[in-house]
């Protein structure tokens, strides 16, 4: 179920819930945050249910459950199945109809656009499958409120043009494994340098992204400053990585990249709830 990538959407879904205008009951709240927790593990399992033969080939895979035979393939294609189904379910009966209907849009664009139709296919994979991995802020917005403003909107552009630079530094430093997989990421298709220059344009289109609920009156300084703060650090390493050139160097660097790229996602989200909370106390 990939419950490292499941923490990541439950905690930025919980975010939207929770900075939405609307209350919602702790029951119902802790039902639908479950239904979305197991939406996602849904659809990490339907995916390693059709990518088990890639997965077998890469070192950052190939211990996954499929591969080392502890679970079967029919055993996880069942298993993805009724997770699909039940989260659906509960997310409806626990919200309201838009929510459970993006859920269902989440599992089968990340299955069927992103894992069927892209991966195999296209180095825009990430940019375009992306969006699955950017709703779960959204649907916690929703599952408060039942409709959609700008607001949710902009939690989703932060993660949707978030995931390009985070999963092509990635790329970069595991390239054997996707090149031994025949994935067609960025840095095989186009080559390093290429990538180093769209890691680059990528962290630059944050700084924008991030300032927006600042500037719509969204959020205050008390997001804004430090969330600017680690955005310019962000673009700094990734124009760091631009000018590399020794692929011992380039490694290491891109490496850093991914791994402050997801801190860099999750204390933006935390800055974003400890704003709602401040200005709920005091403003």
């Known amino acids: 179920m990939k419950p490292r990538v499941m923490s990541l959407v439950l905690f930025t879904c919980m975010v939207g819930l929770i900075i939405a205008p609307n209350n919602v009951s702790y029951l119902n709240s802790v039902l639908s945050l479950i239904a979305v927790a197991l939406g ?23 211990l996954r459950p499929i591969p080392t035979g502890q679970v079967t393939k029919n055993q996880a294609l069942f298993f993805g199945i009724s997770l699909s189904i039940g989260s659906i379910s509960l997310l409806y009966y626990s919200s309201n109809l838009m929510s459970a209907s ?55 552009l932060i993660i949707f043009l978030w995931t390009p630079s985070h999963f092509w530094a990635l790329s970069i430093y595991k390239s054997n494994d996707y090149k031994k997989a025949k994935i067609p990421m960025l840095p095989i298709i186009y080559g390093i340098e290429k990538t180093k220059k769209n890691i680059f344009i990528y962290s630059l289109l944050m700084l924008p992204t991030i300032s927006a609920p600042y500037f719509i009156n969204f959020l205050s300084k008390i997001y804004f400053y430090p969330a600017l703060a680690l955005t310019i650090y962000y673009i700094y390493l990734c124009g760091t990585l631009l000018k590399v050139k020794k692929n011992k160097e380039i490694n290491t660097l891109a490496r850093r990249i991914f791994l402050y790229s997801i801190f860099y996602l999750f204390i933006i989200f935390l800055l974003i709830l400890s704003d709602h909370f401040f200005m709920r106390l005091y403003g």
């Open 102 to 156: 993006l859920l269902l849009l989440t599992i089968c664009f990340y299955f069927f656009i992103y894992t069927v139709w892209l991966k195999r296919r296209t180095p825009q994979n990430i940019v375009i499958g992306g969006a699955a991995g950017a709703l779960p802020p959204v649907i916690g917005w929703t599952i408060a409120t039942g409709s959609l403003t700008i607001e949710p909107f902009i939690l989703f």
């Open 40 to 62: 996602a593990g849904a659809a990490g399992t339907l995916n390693m249910w059709y990518e088990s033969d890639l997965d077998a080939l890469m070192t950052r895979t190939c």
